[in-house]
């Protein structure tokens, strides 16, 4: 079972930054694409940002230019580097584990976006 530990989620005001952190095993690390995933309550759960093994990077239009997703190696963590939140932000975070038809998810840590 793909185990990944979130980090990092909280309370910002708009216009603030916040980093997410999530860990897993260097055996997932090294062959999964990894990523980011948001969701609000009674819709769906929508893509942020991806990163491949070789670093190719991914991000839904909404937050380019704002996040950054990176991975370090040595640690086996991605990481997302949100900065000019905004309250449309406010969600719940997911990292996610893919290959192929194997799809993991974290427990989900909670962002809001709030003056």
């Known amino acids: 079972q793909v185990q990944l530990v979130e980090s990092g989620g909280g309370l910002v005001q708009p216009g603030g930054s916040l980093r997410l952190s999530c860990a897993t095993s260097r055996s997932i690390f090294a062959v999964y694409t990894m990523g980011w995933y948001r969701q609000v309550p009674g819709k769906q759960r929508d893509l942020v940002a991806t990163i491949t093994t070789l670093g190719r990077t991914n991000y839904a239009d909404s937050v380019k230019g704002r996040f950054t997703i990176s991975r370090d190696n040595a640690k086996n963590t991605v990481y997302l580097q949100m900065s000019g939140l905004k309250p449309e932000d406010t969600a719940v975070y997911y990292c996610?584990?893919?290959?192929?038809?194997?799809?993991?998810w974290g427990q989900g840590t909670q962002v809001t976006v709030s003056s």
């Open positions: 996610n584990a893919k290959l192929s038809f194997d799809n993991n």
